[in-house]
């Protein structure tokens, strides 16, 4: 990394106006010791690898409150139920703080200070005043005054420090954002799994009773003798094999539900309330599950440009760069102005001293030999300029990874859920069918089994496509840091 030079140029001063003058244009710009800082020109993709509608200015923005774009008013609850009390956002809003916090004290440093002080003294001590005959004098002394101190930021340390715990202080509200963001997508998100999870168990359940009722079908059948004794076997197998994956699937739903209640801060019962409907009927998935809208991610330069994440790897990158400028002044010369004022009041051996004080002055002060100190300074300075800027292009990177990730998950799941309609609608036909058939003895229970288990994993497919579906929207949200485009058309939900 190539040091930059200080550029400053002092005339001769033989006057104590020009003293003044010199003084004054010091301490409002400081000697430049490197060149203003310039973000990284990062690459950044020139369209996503996947065909959307992300060139299209016409297309509506998405809202600050992107969730609410679901439909799912427990999704909207339990978004200001997290927002209000979660531990995470309040920790990123504490940073936040407390980078603003250090920018005040930063800042103060470009300004005088103005203190004061006072003290009051009574003194014994050996007489040597002949006019007094006692061997020993009392004395009261007071001594008050302000005093004034001001450095003059000679080569820009001052501003470099100033600099930094600005560029920190909006790396921190980034970081506040960024949290903000991803709390809701994964409330949202788990949301949603609970949803599906349940509309899975009533899937389940509703297999378990279309089950139930064909077992004392299958007795009758066992004994008029138009079936063998392994059907009842058959029968009760299979519907132990549902229970067992309902048991797994409640576990799942209970999991999900834990989710929540860490997330928001409610209490389980509320959750529940908030996010589980009515039971449907029979044989239906029953639970709500809300549909994304159609959108599309803008252009990469613009989601790179809004992304938090990026915004505040960034903004380190810039505060690391003002801490080497800061670095660089800390080897060179301090400037100081003081000034006090002080009163002194002195009573002793009946008689009685005022008198004023008042000092002015500069100090100009440096380091002659500092065994390598300094320099190792500026060296661990530019070595953490350089993690910074690595630290950008890595998140960059990632985030690009994040959205292709989402769009291929957003892909998929579309297609996926086109398929699993039409086999839902095939496996239902088959089943009807088949129950018909072996109603009237045209086919053994297995066939019948077979055609119900196909209809149940054509049942699971499609809840898992329409959850994906969902989720792969609420993670390409998270993913451009809200940067997407809706399509102009209704919303409806399942």
Request: charge should be neutral; glycine fraction near 6%; include cysteine.
């Amino acid at each position: 990394m190539r040091t930059a030079q200080a550029r400053c140029f002092f005339p001769p001063i033989r006057y104590a106006r020009e003293l003044a003058a010199l003084l004054a244009t010091v301490g409002l710009g400081a000697c430049t010791l490197q060149r203003d800082y310039v973000a990284p020109d990062l690459a950044a993709p020139a369209a996503w690898s996947v065909a959307s509608t992300s060139g299209d200015e016409t297309a509506p923005a998405l809202d600050p409150a992107w969730w609410r774009a679901l439909g799912d008013p427990a999704i909207d609850a339990l978004v200001e139920a997290a927002f209000a009390d979660s531990p995470t956002l309040a920790h990123a809003v504490a940073r936040m703080d407390e980078a603003q916090a250090v920018l005040g004290v930063q800042s103060a440093a470009t300004l005088p200070a103005l203190s004061a002080s006072a003290a009051i003294t009574r003194a014994k001590s050996q007489n040597t005043m002949p006019l007094v005959a006692s061997p020993t004098l009392l004395s009261n002394s007071l001594q008050a005054g302000p005093a004034f101190s001001w450095e003059i930021d000679l080569f820009g340390r001052v501003r470099h420090t100033v600099d930094a715990a600005q560029r920190r202080l909006d790396a921190r509200s980034a970081d506040a954002g960024a949290a903000r963001l991803a709390l809701a997508a994964d409330v949202a998100s788990t949301v949603t799994a609970l949803r599906a999870c349940d509309s899975a168990r009533g899937v389940l359940a509703a297999d378990i009773a279309s089950r139930e009722t064909t077992l004392p079908l299958t007795r009758l059948r066992l004994q008029a003798g138009f079936a063998p004794a392994v059907e009842e076997a058959r029968a009760r197998s299979g519907i132990a094999a549902v229970r067992n994956s309902l048991a797994a699937q409640d576990e799942q739903c209970a999991r999900s539900l834990n989710a929540l209640v860490a997330l928001s801060g409610m209490d389980a019962a509320g959750v529940a309330l908030l996010v589980r409907a009515p039971a449907g009927p029979a044989g239906a998935a029953g639970a709500f599950v809300p549909r994304a809208p159609d959108a599309a991610p803008q252009l990469p330069a613009t989601v790179l440009a809004r992304h938090p994440s990026v915004i505040a790897a960034e903004r380190e990158a810039a505060a690391a760069w003002e801490d080497m400028g800061a670095a660089r002044a800390q080897r060179l010369p301090r400037l100081d102005l003081a000034a006090a004022l002080t009163g002194q009041w002195i009573r002793a051996a009946g008689s009685t001293l005022n008198f004023a004080a008042w000092s002015l002055g500069a100090s100009l002060g440096g380091t002659l030999f500092d065994g390598g100190a300094g320099s190792a300074n500026l060296r661990a300075a530019e070595a953490r300029y350089r993690q910074a800027e690595a630290s950008l292009r890595g998140t960059l990177r990632r985030t690009v990874q994040e959205v292709e990730n989402a769009l291929a998950a957003q892909e998929s799941a579309r297609r996926r859920a086109l398929s699993s309609a039409d086999n839902v609608a095939a496996a239902r036909t088959t089943l009807a069918a088949s129950e018909a058939q072996w109603k009237a003895g045209a086919v053994s229970l297995f066939e019948l089994e077979e055609s119900r288990r196909q209809f149940s994993a054509a049942q699971d497919a499609q809840i898992s496509a329409r959850r994906d579906q969902v989720q792969s929207w609420i993670a390409l949200v998270k993913a451009t840091g809200a940067a997407i485009t809706l399509n102009a058309e209704s919303i409806d939900h399942e």
